[in-house]
Structure formats: structure tokens, C-alpha cells
């Protein structure tokens, strides 16, 4: 029985949407508040706001695809569902960054993983950040309220084989693993969340908060570039956004005026410090684009004699958090441990080298397993953090800056998971590096990974959390907005997305963003209808 496609199934109820790769002439659409990204931060501001009966309307650069159109083939989802065809990179072009552009943004293809903000990274933010109001007691019902919305509990299931090294490995070593929760309802176990669900299990905006939008009467223009904010004094008076052509590669001429009483940005850690750049937008303390984090990531393989199959099952489910609050919260830089999905295509790319040693890794691929790191920035001084800037043609990049106490990080988190991977079974294993090789003991490990040298482009490197780069806070001077995503120059301006974040956070950000722009979202409609 096939499974319905409740978006098409919307469409032909009469929701309201716009593709701006087929318009023919220009568009004027007018709405009480406007929200540029439909990811996890727009798409929960769209159904607080459409509930609370304001007219939305949430635009979104990436095409319109559903469940129908997922076919859990990588040569199709990541040119079409990825930001830059899956192309995104760190300006030096060493770091590898994952995330949506589709309607539905990052939450359509990420691998489901929701925990909540960890405490320390609360008060953190609190004590040196001046945030005020998001304390893990504030921020608990809020948390609750977006799990509940979104079914987000432990993983039921046995972890696949790929996620039961960590489990095996950390209960012979003695070190602390947890099940991750998942946002997903009736899940099928098929791996494949990074390329879209295609039976709609994944709790994705897609087919949660934007058909309840557009079931309220609000609107979706998709296939729409948001090239600048229009000013007028301390108020946005516009926004202009150019149709972009199907493949969703570059603009089609036509252009869309977007007139609002309030504006909302989420278009993530990127894309929003980016439309306030292009747009000039008050920024006295050169705050914006600044201090973005991205939980840099590196990997370790292993080879075992028994059967992995890395590519089926729910993709993450398990976790170790065993070396991230060791110090507190500004002591060594500090990581969390997971696996990725290791369908064949982005394995091919991960595991690097070429012809005949590349084809011989691959051929190993169904007794594979991967290990991956995420580095904890932005909570020390010397810690890597990245800037926002324009390229010549006013799209974005991300100038990251590794620093050697975060190098240092990476070498300490290659010596952590080649111990886990060698007590899990694996008879040899791989410190992901262009100078490495596999090794077959674990003293053979620990002795290539201290001699490695850790450099860009040697050390594989990337990111699928963006985080920052427009940090609320209290202090004008130190943030871009304050503690409720309210632009500290522009009155009629918010920002709903991780990059409010004033630090990265030391887990999976969804659940993150889900809960801070909830709360944000729920205030922000009271003003309004006030």
C-alpha cells in the first residue's frame, strides 16, 4: 500500500503556494509577518503565528519536494535538497558543511537526532553572555512542548551494527553511552533520513508545523532567493527576493516584493547573518556574521570481521557524551561521539584516496564502520570560530579559523575512537587523514595518530551544525539581538534559527532550535496581537 503524500494531498485541499521558478510576470504578496527559511526555526514560527491567527507567509530558496519524490537515491537528493548542491564549504574549501535548502530546510535530510540544550551550555551562556531567561528550568516546558509536537523519545529499537560499536565499546571500556532520542512516528528503519523520508515518518517540517501553516491560511513561496531587507529609519519596509530556476542554481529574473508588518529570519547560521550583510542593516559593534560555529567533525573507520551494513537502520541512535563536560565548560576542548550513515556515495568522499585503494575501502564498505566527532566551539577563547562573509556575487561563505587547541581536540577524539572502535572488535582501523593507513592494534593507533600531522586538507574535516553568527544577548555591543531574538537596531525585526545561538551547543542543534524559537515564536505573537 502506498504511503499518502499528505503535501500533495494539501495542495489539492487549495493551500496557498507560489514557485517562483514559474511566475511571469513580478509578484507583490503582502503579510501580516513575513519568515525567510522554513526550516526548524521558520517552520515552528509559522504554525505559533498562523494558530495565533496572524497571516504568514514563509519563503524559502529551495525547491518543493514531498515524500513522493524520495527515492532514497543520492545522485538525486543532494544536488536537489542540499545548500550548493552539497557543495558547501569553509572559504579555504577544507571543511565539508552539510545542510538543507528545501522546503523544510535542514530538518528534510538531517538523521533525526533531538536532545535538548545541555545545561551547561545554558548557563553558560547566561553567566558569560548575558542571556537572560533560558535557563534549563525556563527552557524545560518549551523543550517538552516541541517533543511532544514532534514524538521525539529514545530510539525503541536495537541499534544497527554501526551504532552498537560505540554501545560495545564503551561497556567494555566503562564509559558512559545513551540512547539518542528521535523525532520520528512509525519509523521504518531504513537509514536512508539524509535524503528525504519517504514514508513520512521523519517529523520534519515538512509534513508537521508548514501543512499546519498552510491548513491556517498561511502561504509558501518557494524557489525565492531573499536578497535584501528594505529600510526606513529603525523599521524594515520591505523585503526583495528574486525567483530562482527550477534546479535552484541561479536567478530567473523575476523578482517578488514581500511587504510585512513584522520580519522573521531562519534561514540558519549562514544564510541569515548573510541577508543582514547584503542588506546593510544597522550594525554599530560589527556584530553580525561573527563568532559562527560549526561542531568541526573529524572520523575514524574501522574494519570489522563481522557484517555492519553501515547504510541501513536509523542512522544515529546511539551516543557518548563520556569526554564532553570532563573539564566544565571551558576546560580541553571537548567532543561528542556518534556515527553517520554511510550510504556508498558519501562514503566514497569520506574515506578519501583514489583508484585502486579507494575501490578496495569501498569493497569493504558492508564490514565498515564510522566513528564521528563533534568539537564543542565557542566556549573557549582559543577555540576555532568562523565569520559570515559575501562572496563577489553577494552569496555566502564561511571563513572558519581552526586554532591548535582545537587541533589539539582532534588528535585527543582520533585516540578516543580507535580505543572504543578496537574494544567494540574491529580488527584494524583507520584514522580518517590522507597520511593514515589502517592499523591493527590498538598501540599501532595511538602511535600514528600522535604522529599525524593535523592540517587542513590532510584531516578530513566537515559540519552539519551551523550555529551563531547573530547572538542574542542583552549587551548591543556583544550581541545582534536580545535574549527574545529581537533585532537590537530594527523594531520589527527578529531572528528565529540557531544562529541566535551564542556559542555551538555540544549536541545535535534541531531540538535546540525547536525549543528557543517555540517560546520565542509563542512571545512574539502576543506583541503582535497586542
Known amino acids: 500500500m502506498p504511503v499518502p503524500d499528505v503535501f500533495r494531498e494539501g495542495l489539492a485541499r487549495g493551500w496557498t503556494t507560489y514557485d517562483g521558478s514559474r511566475l511571469d510576470k513580478d509578484l507583490l504578496l503582502e503579510a501580516d509577518v ?44 543532494y544536488p536537489a535538497l542540499y545548500q550548493e548542491g552539497i557543495g558547501r564549504m569553509s572559504k579555504d574549501g577544507a571543511i565539508t558543511i552539510m545542510q538543507g535548502r528545501a522546503v523544510g530546510g535542514t530538518t528534510l535530510v538531517n538523521w533525526t537526532s533531538s536532545f535538548r540544550t545541555p545545561e551547561p551550555t545554558l548557563q553558560h551562556w547566561a553567566e558569560a553572555h548575558n542571556v537572560k531567561g533560558h535557563s534549563p528550568a525556563e527552557m524545560a516546558p518549551w523543550f517538552e512542548k516541541m517533543e511532544q509536537r514532534l514524538g521525539v523519545a529514545p530510539w525503541a529499537m536495537p541499534p544497527n551494527a554501526n551504532n552498537d560499536v560505540i554501545k560495545a565499546g564503551c561497556e567494555k571500556l566503562g564509559y558512559a553511552w545513551h540512547v539518542i532520542p528521535r523525532n520520528v512516528r512509525g519509523c521504518w528503519n531504513l537509514g536512508y533520513c539524509g535524503m528525504g523520508c519517504p514514508t513520512n515518518a521523519k517529523q520534519s517540517m515538512l509534513v508537521t508545523t508548514i501543512p499546519a501553516t498552510l491548513d491556517k491560511g498561511g502561504s509558501l513561496l518557494y524557489l525565492a532567493r531573499a536578497e535584501r531587507l528594505l529600510l526606513d529609519g529603525e523599521r524594515v519596509v520591505g523585503l526583495e527576493c528574486v525567483g530562482m530556476d527550477e534546479r535552484c542554481v541561479a536567478p530567473n529574473g523575476r523578482r517578488i516584493m514581500v511587504k510585512a508588518r513584522h520580519y522573521v529570519l531562519s ?56 569526554f564532553q563536560w570532563t573539564e566544565g565548560a571551558t576546560g580541553h576542548m571537548s567532543y561528542k561521539l556518534e556515527v553517520p550513515p554511510l550510504q556508498p556515495a558519501l562514503t566514497s568522499t569520506l574515506l578519501g584516496q583514489f583508484g585502486v585503494e579507494n575501490a578496495l575501502r ?166 503582535l496581537k497586542a
Open 362 to 527: 569501498m569493497e569493504q564498505l558492508p564490514h565498515t564502520n564510522v566513528m564521528l566527532a563533534l568539537l564543542r566551539d565557542g566556549f573557549h577563547p582559543d577555540s576555532a570560530a568562523g565569520t559570515v562573509e559575501l562572496r563577489s556575487d553577494g552569496t555566502p561563505v564561511l571563513d572558519y579559523q581552526m586554532t591548535d587547541y582545537t587541533w589539539d581536540g582532534i588528535r585527543r577524539a582520533f585516540h578516543s575512537m580507535a580505543e572504543i572502535q578496537f574494544a567494540a572488535g574491529a580488527k584494524a582501523v583507520l584514522p580518517v587523514h590522507a597520511d593514515a593507513g589502517y592499523v591493527k592494534t590498538l598501540d599501532e593507533a595511538k602511535a600514528l595518530i600522535d604522529r599525524l600531522s593535523l592540517e587542513l586538507y590532510r584531516t578530513r574535516l566537515g559540519s552539519a551544525h551551523v550555529m551563531g553568527g547573530c547572538a542574542m544577548g542583552e549587551d548591543p555591543t556583544q550581541a545582534v539581538t536580545d535574549s527574545l531574538g529581537r533585532h537590537h537596531q530594527l523594531e520589527n525585526l527578529s531572528i528565529h534559527d540557531g544562529s541566535l545561538f551564542p556559542t555551538s551547543i555540544g549536541a545535535n542543534p534541531q531540538l535546540s532550535v525547536y525549543g528557543l524559537t517555540a517560546k520565542l515564536a509563542s512571545l512574539l505573537a502576543e506583541r
Open 34 to 77: 513575513a519568515i525567510i527559511g522554513s526550516g526548524a526555526g521558520g517552520g515552528t514560527t509559522a504554525e505559533i503565528l498562523s494558530a495565533a491567527g496572524l497571516r504568514v507567509l514563509l519563503i524559502e530558496e529551495g525547491p518543493l519536494k514531498t515524500s513522493s519524490d524520495f527515492k532514497m537515491q543520492e545522485a538525486d537528493a
Open 267 to 322: 534561514g540558519g547560521g549562514i544564510n541569515t547573518p548573510a541577508l543582514l550583510l547584503r542588506s546593510k542593516t544597522p550594525d554599530p559593534h560589527q556584530r553580525v556574521g561573527k563568532r559562527t560555529f560549526l561542531h568541526v567533525v573529524n572520523f575514524s573507520a574501522a574494519q570489522f570481521d563481522k557484517v555492519i551494513n553501515p547504510f541501513y537502520g536509523a542512522p544515529q541512535s546511539i551516543y557518548s557524551d563520556h
